[in-house]
């Protein structure tokens, strides 16, 4: 068999693996390095040439840093290479700045993560010089319209993390090929497991390894992905330039997390379609927004480019004031209340996309909250919600 033909599950288990480098070991050691020493003057000399190949400095990686980058690579097919980040912010703070430069124009997707909008878009690229359009991410083709002289790169999101609308990545990127325009998408959504946007077009393609990848809500890191050898190496340069080299620690946890990746997923998926599907029926809830649900209106596009759903879902509720919504947050037994998902355990946080739409507004005024499913048993959870309903409906 060869490497190419084998079968997600079989690269998840088999990728990054090279036991006869470190005795025998399975998965490979942590290294910590700041200096590399060199036998000669004249390979110390040679050390960078070419460009970024092997160990040379503490700060453009060790075999520690190689071996998830390895993974992920493998894990997307037709990828080149991939370069880790110490967060997903910073994995997309260098995603756009180093494909963007003062002057250009980028499309960013008006359902994007809040920190790309805020915290990249304003405190980074607007301040370098980069004008920003954002787009409604239900745009597909239409994006054509959008399109300046100066626009340079293509953002997207899909599903959206907070509104969690399905784009048509292949209609968008088939219109950025024709004008040889940048398309970068966040697909920490679903993972690599569950989509391959190369395989829709993209050309860099970035996950907030924070959530999946590492799976136990207790490392951060950041993963770019891109097709050829000439966006890797403005990637690392930029990754090198900025000093924004992931930890040790963090790489080798994020390969421990990734050998899991595949059951981790499907249980996910599994336990949220229980919960959405029982929270759907719920007269208290007016929408629970999740692609998987037949009746989900991104649920066709969804099926088309995605193999399966994550954890992560909106439950818009009916007329209920936000303080019913807090009581019945602030009750719950198994879901905690804080940032991020992806992790083994449930998490419940009220959302508000109303004050971070610029593109398109968000119609609704009902509260929301997002969940994250994790590997609980469902009907725990189930029974959890439904006495928060209980709370929501006392309090209102
Ligand atoms: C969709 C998405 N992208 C990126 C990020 C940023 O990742 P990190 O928290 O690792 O910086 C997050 C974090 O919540 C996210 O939800």
Redo the contacts with the bound molecule.
């Keep these: 068999m060869t490497k190419k033909s084998r079968r997600k599950d079989t690269v998840i288990a088999h990728t990054a693996m090279k036991p006869w480098d470190n005795v025998g070991i399975p998965n490979p050691p942590i290294y910590y390095a700041s200096t590399v020493l060199f036998p000669t003057v004249e390979e110390f000399e040679t050390r960078d040439r070419p460009p970024f190949k092997g160990v040379q400095y503490g700060r453009s990686g060790t075999p520690t840093q190689f071996a998830v980058e390895e993974a992920v690579t493998d894990l997307y097919e037709g990828a080149h290479r991939t370069v880790t980040f110490p967060?997903?912010?910073?994995?997309?703070a260098a995603a756009t700045i180093t494909f963007l430069k003062h002057g250009d124009h980028v499309l960013i997707s008006d359902s994007?993560?809040g920190?790309?909008r805020k915290r990249v878009g304003a405190n980074l690229l607007e301040r370098a010089g980069i004008e920003i359009t954002f787009y409604d991410p239900l745009i597909g083709a239409g994006i054509e319209d959008l399109i300046q002289p100066n626009t340079r790169m293509i953002y997207m999101?899909s599903p959206?993390?907070h509104t969690f609308e399905v784009q048509d990545v292949p209609a968008i990127t088939k219109v950025a090929r024709a004008r040889e325009i940048i398309t970068v998408i966040?697909n920490?959504?679903s993972s690599a497991f569950f989509c391959n946007p190369f395989k829709l077009g993209a050309d860099i393609v970035?996950?907030?390894?924070?959530?999946y990848l590492c799976g136990h809500s207790d490392a951060?890191?950041?993963t770019v992905t891109v097709a050829t050898e000439e966006q890797f190496q403005a990637l690392k340069g930029m990754q090198n330039t900025l000093g924004s080299r992931a930890g040790a620690d963090e790489c080798y946890l994020a390969l421990r997390g990734i050998r899991t990746l595949s059951v981790r997923m499907e249980r996910h998926q599994k336990n949220a379609m229980e919960v959405a599907t029982w929270l759907a029926a719920r007269p208290e809830v007016e929408r629970v927004l999740y692609p998987a649900l037949p009746t989900d209106p991104g649920h066709a596009l969804w099926k088309r480019d995605h193999t399966g759903a994550s954890g992560?879902f909106g439950v818009m509720f009916g007329d209920y004031p936000k303080a019913a919504v807090s009581a019945m947050v602030d009750g719950l037994d198994l879901f905690g209340i804080g940032?991020?998902?992806?992790g083994f355990e449930s998490l419940a946080i009220p959302i508000n996309p109303k004050g971070s739409r610029t593109a398109v507004a968000w119609p609704h005024d009902n509260p929301m909250v997002r969940l994250h499913i994790g590997l609980e048993d469902p009907q725990d959870l189930i029974e959890d919600l439904e006495e928060g309903l209980g709370r929501l409906n006392a309090a209102r």
């Design positions: 967060s997903g912010l910073g994995a997309i994007v993560y920190p790309t999101e959206g993390s966040d920490t959504w970035l996950e907030a390894g924070t959530k951060m890191l950041g992560l940032a991020s998902w992806g």
